[in-house]
């Protein structure tokens, strides 16, 4: 099998989350388990930290690599989903892994994976984890899929857990309240090692206070913590949050025998988009009309997104807009301005909404704007009835935004 033929048997392995949502969820680690003992327990022969969350942890993921990238370090980098190419999910200094590592690691592995029934985020784990123990990675950052205690990646023991914060992201599968949420995500602290928590909530403390507690893992929560904040090249206003949850990471690691200097540390933060390849926050893609995306796609991400959206300068606001099936609209429509004009598409996924449902929840709530048949197609129509003043916003899914950058 040659790459394509070889990422396309994967995604064709079982459940893909990206296609199939809620049935892809697993639930319990004994693949994941199995995998690892199968590849010799790759994920003990190198470094990690552990970054969880709903919101912000792939931005934190990519800020904490590109700082190790400045101080010196050979870093491996694992997050999902991808924009465009799977490589993009693992990474080392910034270079996504080679197709041909992408091939033999399923060759080689290829009865393994079938005969045990691994699904598609299952044997991406096993091969970023021997990706990195192969090429001997100083630190790998390794971001969590979804959730987290049972979560593929959570096999690891890290030098440090990280959890940005929580929010009202995929219920069906973490449990309906913020506690219950923090239960599950709560599941990457082990024992002995310390986390760092990126927000206070009153809903959750308790439960992240009371689990490392009960693993003996001192606890810091960042907000509380950080007062300054160092500039980034990631503009989002919500990066604010994530840069303070970076900086105290950076202090437990400088004093767990990491060697970052100050002026590593700033360079990293501004070069997070050089060094790491990160994409979709709060990206300019054009001037005259300016045209931003963004992957926001749930109450808190989009409460921040359309803040930051509001202060901007602009005569008309056009907003290019998808989602996945499984999406809770309920919460996120009222976030959303009445005055703009829609563009209403669907994601090329398999999960994505319909265009003519969306638009119907949308107006129903005194929302309005046409259907377009790909994302493409209703950015280059919102591009021809912007103005050179206007604003053009292009959001609601990751997948919207990896169709357009």
């Known amino acids: 099998m ?36 199968h590849l010799n327990h790759p994920e003990d022969r190198f470094k990690s930290i552990h ?46 892994i080679s197709k041909q590592f992408v091939i033999g690691f399923i060759k080689r592995n290829k009865a393994f994976l079938e005969a045990n029934q691994l699904s598609f985020f299952e044997m991406t784990v096993g091969m970023a984890f021997d990706y990195f123990a192969k090429q001997k990675v100083d630190i790998a950052i390794i971001e969590v899929g979804l959730g987290g205690r049972l979560d593929s990646t959570n096999i690891i023991t890290p030098e440090l857990s990280v ?76 990066q604010i949050d994530n840069i303070k949850t970076v900086l105290q990471s950076v202090n437990i690691l400088k004093n767990i025998g990491f060697n970052i200097s100050e002026k590593d540390l700033k360079k990293g933060l501004l070069n997070v988009t050089a060094n790491t390849g990160l994409q979709g926050r709060w990206q300019i893609l054009g001037t005259e009309p300016k045209i931003i995306c963004d992957t926001a796609h749930n109450k808190e991400g989009l409460t921040s997104v359309m803040k930051q959206l509001h202060d901007e300068s602009f005569n008309h606001l056009h907003i290019v807009f998808g989602v996945v099936n499984d999406k809770d609209l309920e919460p996120i429509i009222p976030l959303l301005p009445k005055q703009a004009t829609y563009y209403f598409c669907k994601p090329n996924v398999q999960r994505g909404l319909d265009a003519k449902v969306l638009r119907k929840k949308f107006e129903d709530n005194g929302l309005k704007g046409e259907v377009y048949n790909s994302v493409e197609f209703a950015l280059s129509v919102a591009k021809s009835k912007a103005k050179v003043t206007d604003l053009i916003y292009v959001g609601g899914s990751t997948f919207v935004v990896a169709e357009i950058i």
């Open 2 to 37: 040659n790459y394509q033929d070889t990422v396309n048997w994967m995604f064709q392995q079982l459940p893909m989350y990206q296609n199939k949502g809620n049935s892809a969820f697993k639930k319990d680690l004994t693949n994941t388990i199995n995998l690892a003992k």
């Open 51 to 96: 970054v969880g969350g709903t919101n912000g942890k792939g931005s934190t993921s990519h800020m904490l690599a590109s700082i190790f990238q400045e101080s010196g370090y050979k870093v491996g980098l694992y997050t999902s989903p991808h924009l465009k190419d799977f490589r993009e999910r693992i990474r080392i200094n910034g270079k996504v």
């Open 163 to 238: 959890i940005t914060n929580i929010g009202y992201d995929h219920t069906q599968m973490l449990g309906n309240t913020l506690k219950e949420i923090a239960g599950e995500k709560a599941g990457i602290i082990k024992q002995n090692i310390p986390v760092v928590i990126g927000e206070t909530q009153s809903e959750t403390e308790t439960v992240f206070k009371t689990k490392a507690e009960e693993k003996h893992s001192k606890i810091y929560f960042a907000d509380q913590l950080i007062n300054t904040i160092v500039e980034s090249d990631l503009k989002g206003a919500y």
